[in-house]
């Protein structure tokens, strides 16, 4: 029995625009996803999950005025507390990152790393850093 083709409603195609964005976007962030949400995939992929995580909190915007707020993106979630004070200052050819250390412990060391993501809103261009400088003062 075949069953007629139905147009797809305005609210199906605001989803499918949503989704489309943020797999497009999120794609070009494999690689740390893969890493970040690798215990919270359950019985699916990571990818999945951070698809799943961001998609109701990161997507802004109205039907087919679709864009992603990237201060709201999480690419990797876990117990550890985020940086204590974070600051951010950019110069001509460089972004400075810093923050406080907090208090040392079995879950905080000086010599934990973190993997930081600069985001910047050009369409389809994702930068890499393949060697990051950091100093502890």
Sequence with gaps: RLFPVSEASQPQIDQQLKFKLL????????????????KNAGKGNAFNAAVKYNFNRIITGTSANFSIDYTKLVFSRGSLAGANNPAVSLGLNSVKINWQPGVQNRFNQYTDRAIIL????????????IRVITTLL
Excluded: H
């Design 23 to 38: 797999n497009r976007f999120l794609r070009r962030l494999i690689s740390l996803i893969k890493l970040g949400f690798k």
């Design 118 to 129: 600069v985001c910047y809103e050009e369409p389809d261009q994702t930068v890499s850093l």
